[in-house]
T-cell receptor, first 111, second 116 residues
Framework: DTAVSQTPKYLVTQMGNDKSIKCEQN?????MYWYKQDSKKFLKIMFS???????INETVPNRFSPKSPDKAHLNLHINSLELGDSAVYFC??????????FGAGTRLSVL | AQTVTQSQPEMSVQEAETVTLSCTYD???????LFWYKQPPSRQMILVIR??????QNATENRFSVNFQKAAKSFSLKISDSQLGDAAMYFC?????????????FGTGTRLTIIP
């Protein structure tokens, strides 16, 4: 069973479109995260949620809106996609100060 | 703000040999954690090893060990008996021990090549 699962794995879309990436964890963790990995492989935190509450929002454009319907899910919705949004997006989860477990990533390509 | 620096963009090592990847970090916190993650071509992020800052003993996991120098803010990863499957990007990461700030701050990564 996959601990942290993201869908879709690949997403190809046109500029200006709106898209969502879903993330689910079955580990019972209370904190979930979204990270962005750019074309140079640099990884940076975007958001974190603890028990459905937003904890970290790292100067991400308003076009990005995370949604946490329950503590096992953290979805990422992106409005008006731009070329610069092309990246790999990783979801992760952890329990308190413990290890963060990552999903397999979603490669987003904006044409 | 915390920063993590990996000064070696690329490294290579002969199979079965030992290689050390460097990482330095900057923080004013006393409670924190350090990690090495591995990212193979499959792009999955895999935890290699973890070190709690309050522990003086260096962490080890089979062929992987760290040299944690707290005063120097250095956290290097040593891979012994390198295997072809070790080829990957390796990321050093820092995490605060403060509640509400559990994000990982990553270095820029080191691409490790294993020479058969």
């Amino acid at each position: 069973d996959t601990a942290v699962s993201q869908t879709p794995k690949y997403l190809v879309t046109q500029m200006g479109n709106d898209k969502s990436i879903k993330c689910e964890q079955n580990l019972g963790h209370d904190t979930m995260y979204w990270y962005k990995q750019d074309s140079k492989k640099f990884l940076k935190i975007m958001f974190s949620y603890n028990n459905k509450e937003l904890i970290i929002n790292e100067t991400v454009p308003n076009r990005f809106s995370p949604k946490s319907p329950d503590k096992a899910h953290l979805n990422l919705h992106i409005n008006s996609l731009e070329l610069g949004d092309s990246a790999v997006y990783f979801c992760a989860s952890s329990q308190a100060k413990n290890i963060q477990y990552f999903g397999a990533g979603t490669r987003l390509s904006v044409l | 703000a915390q920063t993590v620096t990996q000064s070696q963009p690329e490294m290579s090592v002969q199979e079965a040999e030992t290689v050390t990847l460097s990482c330095t970090y900057d923080t004013s916190e006393s409670d924190y954690y350090l990690f090495w993650y591995k990212q193979p071509p499959s792009r999955q992020m895999i935890l290699v090893i973890r070190q709690e800052a309050y522990k003086q003993q260096n962490a080890t996991e089979n062929r992987f060990s760290v040299n944690f120098q707290k005063a120097a803010k250095s956290f290097s990863l040593k891979i012994s008996d390198s295997q072809l499957g070790d080829a990957a990007m390796y990321f050093c990461a820092y995490r605060s021990g403060n509640f509400g700030n559990e994000k990982l701050t990553f270095g820029t990564g080191t691409r490790l090549t294993i020479i058969p």
